[in-house]
């Protein structure tokens, strides 16, 4: 008599797309992102590692003003690339994650439509985060990012405000 014994093998997405409700400390201070994420080394039991790449909006049609004058509005793009890793806990799965990245400032002239500039500054973040899996392929996640500002990020927001 033979026997097969089939046991279930639990499926993992490759691929994980997100989005998000931002919110900053500098103007503008809300906006939108989106990350996609894919899992990497899926030998390793209990820990999940992942790749991931985010990019975000942040516009709130603020005008910027020089001693009262409203002169023009700010857009700010948030965009990088970031290792994370995870643990599992039954519904609950925290992580933590560090990446590059960089920040994007565009200044619009209100006069002028003609007259824009735009600033680039590199950075580094650190994140942690946790995500809950209530039903499955919804997993709502909540999360706090960490980007220093080092004496170039002053400089370049100080010359980019000045400048205008």
């Excluded at 997405?13 to 400390?25: N, T």
């Excluded at 009262?68 to 970031?82: E, F």
Aim: no cysteine; proline share 4%; charged share 25%.
């Amino acid at each position: 008599m033979a026997a097969v014994l089939f046991l279930p093998a639990q499926a993992a997405a490759q691929w994980k797309l997100g989005v998000s409700y931002q919110i900053r400390d500098e103007a503008p201070e809300h906006g939108f992102g989106v990350k996609i994420e894919r899992q990497i080394l899926r030998q390793l039991p209990l820990v999940d590692l992942r790749l991931r790449g985010h990019f975000a909006y942040f516009n709130e049609n603020n005008d910027v003003s020089r001693q009262g004058i409203t002169v023009g509005k700010i857009s700010y793009y948030d965009y990088g690339l970031a290792g994370m890793a995870g643990v599992s806990l039954g519904f609950l799965k925290p992580y933590v994650g560090m990446g590059i990245g960089a920040g994007t400032l565009d200044f619009v002239d209100r006069d002028s439509n003609d007259d824009e500039e735009t600033e680039t500054a590199f950075k580094w973040n650190g994140f942690v985060g946790a995500e809950v899996t209530l039903i499955p392929r919804i997993s709502p996640f909540i999360e706090y990012r960490f980007e220093p500002v080092d004496e170039a990020g002053d400089v370049f927001q100080q010359d980019f405000l000045n400048s205008n």
